[in-house]
């Protein structure tokens, strides 16, 4: 395990469709966050896990946007009726909880939704 | 609300010359402050950060970046930038306990060889 995972690393999926995207932190981290990234932007924060704990989702950016992380370990995304306007790269990052650098994220590859 | 702004969308230079990025943020309480790169084509990597302590920290490639609390500041500066450099860099801050992470909205670097 020498890093973040995510897939699909790319999505092409038509308006109305739901995705789906999968995030594998490195395996002893136990902190989970979801980024979106638009083009010329910064990540923008979506929410974040503690285990399986789901401990922010009011930045989610509307209920059609969910998380899981059933487990504890890998966790999934997932975009309902998808709109032109959530075209943008998902990231995913985690941390460990628990020692110095707990606040230190590292961050995955990204998966690339574009909405046709 | 925290937030960060980045004074420079887009720095353009040749390759020896010094870099100076700026980075200020709002945030009431005690922050972690951190500047993460991204090359071409790659993801998001940390280059330094601040916790607490010595408000001068220093990263990997020959990056360091000086917190000033009372100008809400934390630059990020290069004494000679390579063209290997070239990248975009975000500035971000953070709550004492990860709860809320904000990146700001990026600088791109062009060095020129």
């Known amino acids: 395990d020498t890093g973040v995972s995510q897939n699909p690393r790319h999505k092409i999926t038509k308006r109305g469709q739901n995705v789906t995207f999968r995030c594998d932190p490195i395996?002893?981290?136990?902190?989970l966050y979801w980024y979106r990234q638009t083009l010329g932007q910064g990540p923008e924060f979506l929410t974040y896990f503690q285990n399986e704990a789901q401990l922010e989702k009011s930045r989610l950016l509307s209920d059609r946007f969910s998380a899981e992380r059933p487990k504890g370990s890998f966790s999934t995304l997932e975009i309902q009726r998808t709109e032109q306007g959530d075209s943008a790269m998902y990231l995913c990052?985690?941390?460990?909880?628990?020692?110095?650098?707990?606040?230190?994220?590292?961050f995955g590859p990204g998966t690339r939704l574009t909405v046709l | 609300a925290q937030s960060v702004s980045q004074h420079n969308h887009h720095v353009i230079l040749s390759e020896a010359a010094s870099l100076e990025l700026g980075c200020n943020y709002s945030y009431g309480g005690t922050v972690n402050l951190f500047w993460y790169v991204q090359y071409p084509g790659q993801h998001l990597q940390l280059l330094l950060k601040y916790f607490s302590g010595d408000p001068l920290v220093k990263g990997i490639k020959g990056f360091e970046a000086e917190f000033i609390k009372s100008k809400f500041s934390f630059n990020l500066r290069k004494p000679s930038v390579q063209w290997s450099d070239t990248a975009e860099y975000f500035c971000a801050v953070s709550s004492e306990y990860g709860q809320n992470f904000v990146f700001g909205p990026g600088t791109r670097l062009s060095v020129l060889p």
């Open positions: 990052a985690s941390s460990l909880v628990g020692t110095p650098a707990y606040n230190e994220q590292f």
């Open positions: 395996s002893e981290h136990n902190r």
